[in-house]
């Protein structure tokens, strides 16, 4: 399992492509001890060669005083009950204030790590710093990014201390036993959100900020570019070893493209609210095919392009490493 990674992430080839992949559990994602518990299970029963951890993604606007309460469904993520900069000047403010919401999710990947052992990796989520920012708004991608480009004196010094929190998260997460982080730039990578100069110029230093903080033991790290239409250039200047995206969404690049682009080893290939909810299995093993043709297997980490949603069959989801150990 990690030999599989480690040989994807060296361009090489192992006897098969590493396989993997993850989704909300949003029932269970509300406590450490159920959240390991129900990775642990899914990563055994599915075969995963690696973890994407998966932890509650309220939890980073949580930590900077957002509310949020379970929804009390499997399939509903958790509901909003106060966003902790409703206006302008409430920038100011910001602080962490509930370092408890990031704990959890530290200590839920030491138990699952600490139960699947060396030889399965387990990454870490982290959101970037404009993504937290846009939950810490309400999730309003447009509302952050307007107000960083008109009074960055507000705004800036706010990021500036979701990064410090996030590159401390990510440090005591790859303590944890965290073999390193899936960094998720999600709402703001496309060209939609802005253009890639303005985001290279107004966003990207927070990215290679915390990235270039990682410890050295953190060997396993991937670039998650969110959406369609993707400012995908961007990827070669991450400082990670892989980059994730879904080949899948509108105006992005293919795999082999993206290999090319990147200069990185690559995450996806399957599609995530297509194939893998809808089926069946014979397209889903069609699909897996086609990814490892395309790279002809070199640099290859075959997961979902993004979450898989919770309604998704287990048996789509078992049929994804059984694809490429046929």
């Known amino acids: 399992m990690r030999e599989r990674v480690e040989a994807a992430l060296a361009m090489s080839v192992a006897d098969r492509p590493p396989a993997g992949a993850w989704g909300h559990t949003y029932r269970e994602e509300w406590a450490a001890d159920t959240l390991a518990a129900i990775t642990v299970e899914r990563a055994r029963r599915f075969g995963w060669d690696f973890v994407k951890f998966q932890p509650r993604a309220s939890c980073f606007a949580e930590a ?26 409430s920038w100011r403010s910001v602080g962490l204030l509930n370092r408890r919401a990031l704990d959890d999710q530290v200590e839920s990947l030491r138990m699952t790590a600490r139960e699947l052992g060396p030889d399965v990796p387990v990454i870490q989520t982290v959101f970037s710093p404009i993504t937290v920012g846009g939950y810490l708004v309400g999730k309003s991608p447009a509302r952050v990014v307007r107000e960083l480009r008109k009074h960055p004196d507000l705004v800036r010094p706010a990021l500036d201390k979701v990064a410090e929190a996030l590159v401390d998260f990510s440090r005591r997460s790859v303590d944890a036993g965290a073999a390193g982080i899936f960094y998720a730039i999600s709402g703001y990578a496309s060209k939609d959100a802005m253009p890639e100069a303005v985001y290279r110029q107004l966003v990207m230093p927070y990215d290679i900020g915390v990235l270039d903080q990682l410890p050295p033991a953190a060997w396993f790290n991937v670039v998650h570019l969110c959406g369609s239409n993707l400012n995908f250039g961007m990827a070669h200047d991450m400082p990670a070893q892989a980059v994730s995206w879904s080949i899948h969404n509108q105006g992005n690049p293919s795999l082999s493209q993206g290999r090319e682009i990147s200069g990185r080893p690559v995450m996806g290939g399957l599609s995530q609210r297509g194939t893998l909810v809808r089926g069946p299995i014979s397209e889903i093993e069609a699909e897996a095919n086609r990814a490892v043709a395309e790279t002809a297997r070199r640099g290859l980490l075959l997961a979902p392009g993004c979450s898989v949603p919770p309604r998704v069959r287990d048996a789509n989801l078992e049929a994804i490493a059984s694809a490429v150990a046929a």
């Open 64 to 89: 900077f005083g957002s509310e949020y309460r379970p929804a009390g469904h499997r399939l509903r993520a958790p509901v909003l009950v106060k966003a902790v900069v409703p206006d302008l000047e």
